[in-house]
């Protein structure tokens, strides 16, 4: 038997043994050990590739060749084996943090009827205002959000609302006493965000800002002091009316379902112009008319329209340029809608009768 034929065979039983030792390791650090037993510099590899130096040219180069081969494979093993023993030890250690949560049956909705604890969940409110989070950000809106104590420009006067300017009657405004006299407000709606975000960022913006607002209302079965509103702006190049409608029409059928359907009525507010009401088929009866909607066949949700020029010239966007639409709807008023609720105050009473429904 010639050299080279002698060290191809003691090279397939040193890769057999190696295969075998690399194996065997049952945690990393004993696949560290065998790894250098198998391909360090005192390993069988290592001395069968000092004796390649006893051979010709042409048998060096043939049996070289076969020598890294082998070297090569057995690094793919020891990697294989190393992802092994790495995932076993995840395993082991979710299984270690693994809580049994097998009660957590009998901790639902009627748990407290029971006289057994009860969890925690989130609020009926607050759901709504996930999940329309969630719609808008599906469909290519950020969620932005901004102080609920503004100042009286923020509020008012950068949304094309200067003092004494008739449209501040709609707002039965709470002032802080902070700063000058009625220069700091509890926010009447989330529209000072769109401000803040036009003054922070250049455009393209699409954005949403949902948030809690404050009012002197007297609370009745459609009005609360402290409510929650959604407030959704788009500045681009190019924006048009039809952008907005079809944007409205997209998210009334995300949420209400597809057999609800939106309109857009004229009407006026100071920051948008062209200005409308934003009205949805009555979930309820399905647009036949019934008590809900007044036998109208169809619900107010909120206003909407393309921003008012003078709003950009506030933040310092060119509106020659710029071109954008903004909306706003109740978030407390679509919780309402969606479960058929009839007085809104039932939303701050903390009856658990009514709070575990949801």
Known sequence: MSEADAILVDLQAAEVAATGALGAAASLEDLRVAQGEVLGRRSPLARINARLGALDAEQRRRVGAEVNAARQRLEARAASRRDELEAAGRASRLEADRLDL???????????????????????????????????????????????????????????????????????????????????????????????????????????????????????????????????????????????????????????????????????????????????????????????????????????GMVDPNVFSAVGLDPERWTGFAFGFGIDRLAMIRVGLGDVRALTDNDLRFLHQF
Not at 118 to 144: C, K, P, S
Not at 182 to 191: A, D, K, N, W
Not at 221 to 232: I, P
């Open 102 to 304: 097998t009660e957590a049956a009998l901790l639902g909705p009627r748990a407290w009827v029971a006289g057994l604890p009860d969890r925690g969940r989130l609020h009926l409110v607050t759901q709504t205002r996930d999940e329309l989070e969630d719609i808008f950000v599906g469909m290519g809106f950020g969620v932005a959000e901004g102080p609920e104590a503004e100042t009286d420009w923020y509020n008012f006067e950068a949304l094309n609302m200067p003092p004494a300017h008739p449209a501040r009657s709609m707002w039965d405004t709470l002032y802080l006493d902070l700063g000058e006299p009625e220069s700091v407000v509890l926010r009447t709606h989330t529209s000072p965000v769109q401000i803040r975000l036009m003054e922070s960022q250049p455009p393209p913006l699409y954005a949403v800002a949902p948030g809690r607002v404050y009012r002197k209302e007297t609370p009745d079965a459609r009005h609360l002091a402290v409510f929650h509103q959604l407030e959704g702006l788009v500045v681009d190049e190019g924006i048009g009316f039809a952008d907005l409608a079809g944007t409205i029409e997209v998210f009334t059928g995300a949420f209400f379902g597809q057999g609800v359907h939106s309109r857009l009525r004229p009407s006026y507010f100071p920051f948008t112009e062209p200005s409308a009401e934003l009205d949805v088929t009555c979930p309820v009866c399905a647009g036949s008319g019934c008590r809900t909607c007044s036998q109208a066949g169809w619900i107010e949700l909120g206003g909407a």
